[in-house]
């Protein structure tokens, strides 16, 4: 029996080996491929999971995470075979400092719920004493305007009664006229006497002594009235200066009445103040916490995205809550400044009265022929002289208080506008349309993601395929099917680089926005700070001024 293959059976073996020799080289290429294709994918995705490094996004970074965790997580980060685990480990991470987040916004609202009630406490106080002063203020118009009558009816009646004593004054004038002629017709009867006869003498006596004694009588009688009217107006005169010193008096405490209300306005003003820096507080408080949990939230799935709206919504009521708060300020402030006002009006009445009380002091006083007279009436005209002082010195204390609270009205104001746009950027910036399109980018990323790794499993459950499909087909096919398969995992490597430059261009995009995103959360910041250092330069030299005043 013949062994001997033949030359054709050796031919054959030859092209076996051939085959499997090729067959081999071309497995291992592929599998080379294979090899880096997913080395440089997980490379891509480290590098590109590194880039953000903002806030708490990577795992060193993150304060909510033990050491001994921390080092586990690393272990298994460096550690992991595939992306699949890497990414899970990071979606641990991310999970565990959702949960901290969660608690702490927890505590944050519970904290905050508490300070927002004690504010509407305050605030309920604070329209209580409004309310009070209003009513005070009230009292105290009314109660200047029925001064302010009455002294214009003391006014009248000192006028009639002066009219009277000038009056007077002519009657005495012209009495006394007569009691020189009568003393004249006296001298000139006495001369007569001396040249007549006893007779005449005694019967002229007679006639002259009638004629004086009803002459006597009549002057008797006129000196009585003088003397009455005299003590009539000497205790009209005392009514009024009781009046008059009653009516400082009152005036005395009208100015410190209104003291009293101008420091009760610096009060209210110092609590909007303090209200506007916890409204201001409170803002900033809630936007870091709003930009921690957008962070988080952009990073898990979509289920998430209900509780993010809820705290947006949380949040956005709250931020109206304020402005209805700056609101009613604003209105309160406006109020105030209509009570000004009317403290401007009654003020210029009294100044009115005031310059004329000192038009009458400057008339020339006349002289009496009763010395006491005189010098009662220089006594009042030197106490009207320092009361006089007393309230021009007053009067400047009002008008330095009132330019006080006019500046300090005008920084109010200018300090409710700025809150007012800090408040209108910050609703700006909730509502800013790039924020959502940065989720929506990630989520798409993430998708993309998925879907190149559900991809790539595919491509490599086909290749086994193909790997088996290769032992059981004939050359041709083979050579076919390898043809075929380079130009799908061609295809499919342009696709997947095209989409990796895609993926790339879009992180770009995003790392840039967020960038902006930094950066005008840091002019906020600043714009901030300087609001504050502002006030407390504004209460600092508001401090000096009331130490001044006080001194």
Not at 15 to 23: A, C, M, R
Not at 131 to 155: F, G, P, Y
Not at 320 to 337: C, G, R, S, W, Y
């Amino acid at each position: 029996m013949n062994t001997d293959p033949g030359p054709s059976s050796s031919l054959f073996q030859n092209t076996d080996l051939n085959v499997n020799k090729s067959q081999n080289e071309e497995e291992e290429e592929d599998l080379e491929d294979q090899k880096r294709r997913k080395e440089e994918l997980q490379n891509l995705l480290v590098a590109k999971l590194d880039d953000f490094n903002f806030d708490e996004s990577t795992i060193n970074s993150s304060t909510n995470i033990s050491t001994a965790s921390n080092d586990d997580i690393q272990h298994k980060y460096k550690y992991a075979s595939t992306t699949n685990e890497q990414l899970q480990v990071l979606y641990e991470v991310r999970t565990r400092e959702l949960a901290t987040l969660r608690e702490e916004y927890e505590k944050y609202k519970a904290e905050k719920s508490k300070e927002i009630d004690n504010l509407k406490n305050k605030l309920i106080l604070g329209e209580a004493e409004n309310h009070q002063l209003k009513i005070s203020l009230k009292n105290a118009e009314n109660l200047l305007v029925e001064k302010t009558t009455m002294i214009n009816d003391l006014r009248k009646e000192l006028n009639v009664v002066t009219n009277h004593a000038k009056q007077y004054e002519k009657d005495i004038e012209e009495l006394q006229i007569e009691i020189s002629t009568y003393q004249t017709t006296l001298n000139d009867l006495h001369m007569k006497n001396l040249t007549q006869t006893p007779l005449s003498n005694k019967i002229n006596a007679e006639e002259i002594q009638k004629i004086h004694q009803e002459q006597i009588s009549k002057l008797d009688t006129l000196l009585k009235d003088q003397t009455r009217l005299s003590e009539q107006y000497l205790k009209e005169i005392n009514n009024l200066r009781q009046e008059l010193q009653r009516l400082v008096e009152i005036e005395l405490t009208d100015k410190t009445a209104i003291n009293v209300l101008t420091t009760n306005f610096d009060s209210a003003q110092k609590q909007c103040e303090e209200l506007i820096n916890i409204i201001e507080v409170l803002t900033n408080e809630n936007r870091h916490l709003q930009e921690r949990l957008n962070g988080s939230f952009h990073y898990h799935q979509t289920g998430t995205e209900e509780k993010r709206k809820s705290v947006d919504n949380f949040l956005d009521k709250q931020l109206e809550k304020m402005k209805q708060m700056l609101v009613d300020k604003t209105a309160h402030i406006d109020t105030l400044n209509m009570k000004l006002k009317n403290y401007g009006d009654c003020l210029n009445e009294l100044l009115e009265y005031r310059q004329l009380k000192a038009d009458a002091l400057k008339k020339e006083i006349q002289e009496c022929n009763n010395q006491e007279h005189t010098k009662t009436l220089l006594l009042l005209r030197s106490e009207l002289i320092n009361n006089e002082k007393l309230l021009q010195d007053k009067d400047r204390q009002i008008s330095a208080l009132n330019s006080n609270n006019r500046e300090l009205l005008e920084k109010m104001e200018a300090m409710i506008s700025q809150t007012r746009n800090d408040i209108q950027n910050i609703s700006y910036k909730y509502n800013i349309p790039q924020l959502e399109k940065m989720a929506e980018d990630f989520k798409k990323a993430e998708l993309r993601i998925k879907e190149l790794e559900e991809s790539l499993s595919k491509s490599e459950e086909t290749r086994l395929s193909l790997v088996q499909k290769l032992q059981m087909l004939d050359k041709k096919d083979l050579e076919s099917d390898i043809k075929n398969m380079k130009l799908h995992h061609e295809k499919e490597k342009t696709n997947l680089e095209n989409q990796v430059k895609k993926l790339q261009n879009d992180l770009d995009v995003a790392s840039t926005e967020v960038d902006n995103l930094k950066k005008y959360v840091n002019e906020l910041v600043n714009d901030n700070a300087k609001l504050q250092l502002e006030i407390k330069q504004f209460e600092d030299m508001r401090n000096n001024e009331e130490g001044t005043l006080s001194g």
